[in-house]
């Protein structure tokens, strides 16, 4: 556990200044609602599996660019992806979220949606 002499608060503020300069400024509190944890979870949750999909998407189009797929491959990695979407949309709906809520600010990269 970090004592107060171990944090710098010179850098919590630069690095605070950082995230606001991205665009995502940092909370004053973090939100500890207990009826709301379920779907904080969620959202975290289904936010990393949305930036792996977009991963596995990316490393299959550079696979099928490249010519290293079959066309049964590119039709099984097609249908996987279209169900991978779907139970997405299926989880999003139980959860009551919105696709916008699992965005991340990537810095330089971007967007993730």
């Known amino acids: 556990m970090l004592s107060k002499a171990c944090v710098d608060p010179e850098a919590v503020e ?4 950082e995230m606001e300069q ?3 400024a940092l909370p004053d509190r973090v939100g500890a609602d207990p ?11 289904l936010t990393i599996i949305q930036l792996l999909i ?3 998407e990316k490393q299959a189009i550079r696979r099928i ?4 797929l079959s066309s049964e491959e590119i039709d ?9 979407e779907n ?6 709906k139980a959860f009551g979220l919105e696709g916008e809520e699992l965005n991340l600010n990537l810095g ?5 949606m």
């Open 108 to 112: 330089p990269l971007g967007d993730l």
């Open 54 to 56: 977009r991963l596995l």
């Open 65 to 68: 660019d490249r010519g290293g």
């Open 22 to 24: 991205a665009g995502r």
């Open 76 to 84: 099984r990695m097609g249908i996987t992806f279209m169900k991978l």
């Open 87 to 92: 139970k997405m949309e299926e989880l999003k």
């Open 35 to 45: 009826d709301k944890v379920e779907q904080g979870l969620a959202k975290l949750v």
């Open 14 to 17: 630069d690095f605070r200044d």
